[in-house]
């Protein structure tokens, strides 16, 4: 069932277990538009993966690499209409606020709100995700909700507390919102 976006992406913002990347290849299954997980073009460019940019890096250039990204993806969007596709963000993605207008203004964007203690279980087994490696994830976690929630809220165009819906029940909800926000 496609969705014609004007060229326009659909992008899945939230936190780190909020099932971006699940839902997206599910969205990206049922629309036929390509999925762009972020996180995975970064560690292709760099050759390395997330965790070892931030031991080596520091997180300060990982942000860099994500804006930098962004204004890539912004430019094939606007210059070459190349932007009919989904995108799966990182969860950090938000804390700019250059990163949350330009997705704002880019495409619709899909905000999973989803507590903390589902977040949790579905993070307990993540060995790449370098805020969580710390005995105290549930305070991480309940902490980056806390703080997060006003920056999601500010680049969504639409929330979903999705805590206790499935993938199969999720997507044609986006697939309905989406036709309507881009008709
Ligand atoms: C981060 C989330 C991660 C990844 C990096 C930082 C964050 O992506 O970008 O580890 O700040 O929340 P996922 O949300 O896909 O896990």
Same mark, same amino acid.
């Given at each position: 069932m496609p969705i014609d976006t004007k060229g326009r992406p659909i992008i899945l913002i939230g936190l780190m277990g909020s099932g971006?990347?699940?839902i997206g290849k599910e969205l990206s299954k049922m629309t036929g538009m390509p999925l762009?997980?972020?996180d995975s073009i970064i560690e292709e460019q760099i050759g390395k993966k997330i965790s070892d940019i931030f031991r080596d890096e520091g997180e300060g250039h990982f942000r860099a690499l994500e804006t930098a990204l *962004?204004?890539?993806i912004e430019d094939d969007t606007i210059v070459s209409g190349k932007g009919a596709v989904i995108i799966s963000t990182g969860g950090g993605v938000v804390l700019k606020a250059i990163n949350r207008e330009m997705l704002h203004r880019m495409g619709f964007v899909v905000w999973f709100n989803v507590d903390v203690p589902?977040? *949790?279980e579905r993070t307990s087994r993540s060995q790449n995700r370098p805020l969580l490696q710390s005995p105290d994830r549930f305070d991480i976690l309940t902490r980056l909700h806390r703080e997060r929630t006003p920056l999601y809220a500010e680049a969504a165009h639409l929330r979903?507390?999705?805590s206790n819906i499935s993938i199969q029940d999720t997507v044609p909800l986006i697939h309905e919102a989406a036709l309507k926000f881009f008709a």
């Open positions: 971006k990347t699940t762009i997980d972020m *962004l204004r890539y589902t977040l *949790l979903l507390d999705s």
